[in-house]
């Protein structure tokens, strides 16, 4: 059986104003799986996901991406693991090119040449003329599919997106999805954080609702079934908070 | 695609100097700001070093004139000297505007201004002299918190900030590499500015650099290079710890006309009210 790429291990996360932004939240990704986290605004789903970059260290519990701890020896984890933002903002007086390189670099991709650079954009749809043109002058939906470009480039064996797909239309929605599976058959282990529960369904090989810090609900695409998941989130943003078995 | 790019090497921490810092000065070198900024401190440093050079003539010719008139005639007592003007005022005034330029030396008098003294002629007597150093203290010194206010801030604003960090970088790796990098934008221009216009001066006749002089002002260098990462790390350090690059950029100009202007002149006057 696959060792877990991404795990999760009673992660808690307290503010020192006393809020409980993440309450105890277990769960584990396995190389090839996505793994969709679904919860309202202030769920916790991205300070789960900056607690796997230690942009916050955890109150309790652990974050490991490759069996790393993310807090204790964050440097060696974040080797693993790429990471896409909901708005990727990028350098906008580089070029889309000149950005790829520096993320490329930054992720100890010394020697990659620039038709290297050129596969990896046209593989995730950008056209021949962004190449070179400066970002600041790329749409959102382009520079989301640079985002993914730049963690592509890094090849980290952990992804994690966070709501990737908002505000992007249904085109530039859809072949995201495209890439996404496309990653996913490259045995990448992906986690990402969304509002956008059909997308979800399409791709998620596991689903967890999370409702003020806690993961209230997690199932397989098996055991999922043909439930209307739509249904099952409204259900348990109105139901009380009881943490998921 | 993706296999070959697995083989590729992993990240070092030397490798990361040069990415960071590079990618910070080709950030600047194509921003607008960089090229009004440099316009300015060529403009400025053309304009004082012409300003100073005329200064240093003037100051010559004086000299020569006194020179001449201190030599010994018959009848007079005692001996007269006189100072010659120092080269390197055409990069800093110092103590020149308010040192006398001649002195009467005699057996019982001891050594006094002389009352031939002249006094310099200046254009800019109702203003500090719009000498090298002033443009360092004052002008570069505002261009490096106008490069470092953004730094840190900038970077959260547009959220590249967490790519970067989500990469194998700790934070005080990166904000090393932030400061390398948009010191190097500063200065490096300003340094070629400084030797050009040092070559220029160079071939002129009447001022004829000796070692020491250059010993000086490599020191000069030396200092300019201290004073200046000084600034450049107190504007990373308070972008670093501004909600916004607005309120940075606020805090950063208060602390520049404080550290530059009024903590300087206060402290000048505090201690004359003190040894009086």
Not at chain 2, 206 to 233: N, P
Request: glycine share 6%; aromatic share 10%.
């Amino acid at each position: 059986m696959d060792r877990a790429m991404i795990q999760a291990i009673n992660l808690t996360k307290r503010y020192e104003d006393g809020l409980l932004a993440l309450d105890h939240v277990s769960f584990e990704i396995l190389p090839g799986e996505v793994f969709c986290l679904l919860g309202a605004n202030g769920a916790g789903k991205t300070t789960t996901i900056n607690l796997f970059l230690d942009f916050i260290p955890p109150t309790e519990g652990e974050a490991r991406i490759n069996d790393t701890d993310c807090h204790l020896n964050p440097l060696e984890a974040k080797k693993y693991v790429a990471y896409v933002s909901e708005n990727v903002m990028l350098y906008g007086n580089f070029t889309a090119r000149q950005n790829l390189d520096f993320f490329a670099k930054l992720g100890g991709k010394r020697h990659l040449s620039k038709k290297d650079y050129y596969r990896v954009m046209a593989e995730v749809g950008l056209e021949g003329k962004a190449f070179e043109q400066r970002v600041k002058e790329f749409s959102k939906g382009m520079r989301q599919k640079l985002g993914i470009a730049i963690a592509m480039v890094k090849d980290a064996p952990a992804i994690l997106l966070d709501e990737p797909t908002s505000g992007l239309d249904p085109k530039a929605g859809a072949e995201f999805l495209d890439l996404l599976t496309r990653l996913k058959a490259q045995g990448k282990a992906i986690l990402m954080s969304t509002h956008d529960i059909f997308r979800s369904k399409e791709i998620a090989d596991r689903v967890g609702i999370m409702k003020e810090g806690k993961l209230v609900m997690q199932r397989t695409r098996e055991e999922l079934g043909h439930e209307d998941l739509q249904k099952l989130y409204l259900d348990y943003m109105e139901a009380g908070v009881m943490t998921a078995a | 695609m993706m296999s070959r790019i697995s083989q590729d090497t992993g990240s070092t921490s030397d490798h990361l100097i040069g990415v960071i810092a590079r990618k910070e000065l080709l950030d600047h070198l194509l921003s607008l700001k960089y090229h009004v900024c440099i316009l300015a401190m060529a403009v400025l440093l053309g304009l004082s070093v012409f300003v100073m050079y005329r200064d240093y003539l003037l100051r010559m010719e004086i000299y020569a004139s006194m020179r001449e008139r201190a030599r010994p005639r018959s009848g007079e007592a005692g001996v007269m000297a006189v100072v010659e003007p120092r080269r390197l005022l055409v990069f800093a005034e110092g103590l020149d505007e308010v040192l006398t330029r001649g002195y009467a030396v005699t057996a019982y008098g001891g050594i006094q201004p002389h009352e031939w003294q002249t006094p310099v002629a200046r254009i800019f007597a109702l203003f500090a002299p719009p000498d090298l150093l002033y443009i360092v203290k004052a002008l570069l010194a505002l261009i490096a918190l106008l490069f470092a206010y953004d730094a840190v801030s900038g970077e959260k604003e547009s959220g590249t900030l967490k790519l970067v960090l989500g990469s194998a970088i700790s934070r005080g790796q990166f904000a090393a590499r932030k400061l390398m990098g948009g010191l190097a934008t500063v200065l490096l221009p300003f340094f070629t500015l400084w030797v050009a216009v040092l070559l220029v001066l160079v071939t002129r006749p009447s001022l004829a650099f000796a070692h020491e002089d250059l010993a000086r002002l490599s020191l000069m260098f030396l200092a300019t290079l201290l004073y200046i990462t000084a600034f450049y790390s107190l504007g990373v350090l308070v972008s670093a710890l501004s909600r916004s690059s607005a309120a940075a950029l606020v805090l950063l100009l208060f602390l520049w006309a404080a550290l530059v202007f009024a903590v300087p002149n206060a402290s000048l006057r505090s201690l004359r009210w003190y040894a009086w």
